[in-house]
């Protein structure tokens, strides 16, 4: 297959411009500052900018609550301002994906006011309606604790309107045909002005029947296709990254067997069990996770992450697999939410302690699919948990020790810079890590860069190889007729390990090691080596010719695997 599929090797970093960088000084994150920092995620190594909504939003869901769906908050800039930093990405070789969030618009959206005013108005069939409380009205809440309900009683409406979200995120009633040709004009407009595609918002509920009588929502999957042709037709390599927390068993419905709905999905299954995996040193789970999600087309691509912007979802564990995690990472009552999760940033949760987020990162690079990495997490930012809910960990980014981390210069930023303790901007940010080799950004930067020169992980075939100790994870990839191998030891402990390559013949016997001197040969078919406490390794399989073997498409070379 040709390498035209820029998703499959890519490194995603996603990012909100209201906590970026504030150019004009108004305490607010804007497009003049991101696309001031430019250069600084072209030299991080990223590949493509994931923007969370930067829509007009009245902000009761940091964004995901849009009043507009085509235009730009004037708080971040103008249309013009977005339009400079696409062509700013693209004279870098940077892609650009947004947020589509379309289950739901704000209540504030001119079409939901224009709806809940007159029930003869186009409108009023654009979102989803009862006359009645409906009798699940008190289920399926996405935020339990915080939502209380999932139908809200419209006072100027006289009847119910559906939310699946906060009742201020009236549903749209998407198997209205009008709803959904708007879908794809909002789709079509951000196409024509830059971007590479959409972090679809919500897929599941976006696609699912809805209404009063509804008990158990059914998805509309040929939908799914309907954005991918559009998409497609329009600009052939933009792509959907579907934000869908579903089973393994309907992975290939989101997909599609061809490969002819959503171009990629996040792993959610295996972020759970790669937390259980880093909480425990073991690795089992983990590994039943990555052939749970190993079906999937030969164009398809999974997103891998460690912390997102949302709470980390613990509901796919077992309850005793849920109470290491808990025990872990967020002991505390204020870390976790929704009763289902954690709410805090990656660098507090594994003790600020740098080996351990090296693992992590190095571990989520290496598993089958494209890593997602969340701003501010290559300085290892921490988080603020006196914010409510998930704002905890979406403060602005810490540049320097200035005032305000460097972010704003007003002085009062309207999200507080984490600005005391371990991981306040004096002591964890981008400045004095840029001086410093060993720091975290400057690991961050060399990861990224391996990571691209190993296409194998994001092309090709991989395999879990047996290392006979829970807390170590090996894993083999295959393209192309080469072959690259990684060690990762969760436990604190250092851990001699004895493993076969599984290749056959001698082509296993020699490992160079691509992060440092440490090659390995075999010895009767099997490597031993020592790897120290939270160690990692990158191996590439074979001779020091592998540059030239990487070349070639097919034959030559060893067989193939
Ligand atoms: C998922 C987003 O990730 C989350 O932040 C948001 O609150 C909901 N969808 C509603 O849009
Ligand atoms: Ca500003």
């Known amino acids: 297959m040709i390498d035209d599929l820029w998703y499959k090797n890519g490194v995603i970093y996603c990012l909100s411009v209201a906590t970026y960088m504030d150019a004009n000084g108004d305490g607010i994150g804007d497009f003049k500052g991101l696309t001031r920092r430019l250069d600084y995620l072209h030299g991080l190594g990223v590949t493509a900018i994931w923007l969370m909504p930067f829509q007009p939003s009245p902000y009761r869901d940091d964004g995901y609550d849009i009043s507009d769906y085509y235009g730009v908050d004037p708080r971040y800039g103008t249309l013009g301002d977005f339009v400079e930093f696409t062509h700013g990405c693209k004279q870098r070789g940077m892609r650009v994906i947004i947020d589509l969030v379309v289950n739901h618009t704000s209540d504030q959206h001119p079409w939901f006011k224009q709806a809940r005013a007159d029930p003869n108005s186009p409108y009023r069939d654009w979102y989803v309606w009862s006359d009645k409380k409906p009798a699940h009205a008190d289920q399926g809440m996405v935020f339990p604790g915080v939502q209380k309900s999932t139908w809200t009683h419209d006072k100027q409406a006289k009847a119910w309107y559906f939310h699946r979200f906060y009742e201020f995120q009236p549903d749209l009633n998407t198997a209205n045909p009008y709803v959904q040709e708007e879908i794809l004009k909002i789709m079509g407009f951000w196409i024509q002005l830059g971007v590479s595609g959409f972090r679809m918002d919500a897929v599941p509920f976006v696609i699912a029947t809805k209404g009063p009588k509804v008990k158990k929502p059914v998805e509309q999957f040929d939908m799914l296709r309907t954005f991918r042709e559009f998409l497609q037709w329009r600009k052939g390599d933009s792509i959907i990254l579907a934000e869908a927390n579903v089973r393994p068993e309907d992975d290939l419905h989101y997909f599609g067997d061809d490969g002819e709905r959503m171009q990629m999905m996040f792993n959610f299954h295996v972020n759970q069990h790669l937390f259980y995996a880093l909480a425990a040193a073991d690795t089992g789970p983990l590994a039943k996770a990555l052939a749970a999600t190993k079906p999937r087309p030969a164009t398809a691509q999974w997103g891998l992450f460690l912390r997102n912007h949302d709470e980390l979802d613990l509901g796919r564990l077992t309850k005793a697999q849920q109470r290491i995690v808990f025990e872990k990472f967020g002991p505390d009552k204020t870390m ?13 949760m594994l003790g600020g302690d740098q080996r351990r987020l090296e693992l992590a990162y190095s571990l989520m690079m290496t598993l089958p699919g494209t890593p997602v990495i969340r701003y501010g997490d290559e300085i290892a930012m921490g988080d603020n ?8 960990a979406r403060t602005p980014m810490q540049w320097s020790t200035e005032p305000h981390g460097g972010f704003t210069k007003s002085d009062k930023p309207e999200i507080p810079v984490i600005d005391h303790g371990a991981y306040g901007f004096e002591h964890v940010n981008v400045a004095q890590q840029r001086r410093d080799p060993d720091s975290m950004l400057n690991w961050t930067e060399r990861i990224i860069r391996m990571r691209k020169e190993v296409p194998e992980i994001g092309w090709g075939d991989f395999k879990v190889i047996a290392a006979r100790d829970p807390a170590v994870l090996i894993l083999r990839y295959d393209w192309r007729n080469n072959s690259v191998l990684f060690v990762h030891n969760l436990d604190e402990q250092p851990r001699e390990v004895s493993f076969a390559v599984g290749l056959p ?56 695997a």
């Open 336 to 348: 976790q939410l929704y009763d289902r999760g954690i709410r805090r940033r990656l660098a507090p």
């Open 385 to 392: 948990l006196a914010l409510p809910e998930r704002r905890c």
């Open 505 to 560: 013949d001698d082509a296993g016997d020699t490992l160079i090691d691509l992060l440092g001197p440490n090659h390995s040969h075999a010895s009767r078919g099997r490597h031993k080596l020592l790897i120290e406490g939270y160690g990692y390794r990158w191996f590439r399989v074979g001779g020091l010719d592998y540059l030239l073997r990487r070349t070639e498409v097919d034959g030559g070379g060893r067989s193939k």
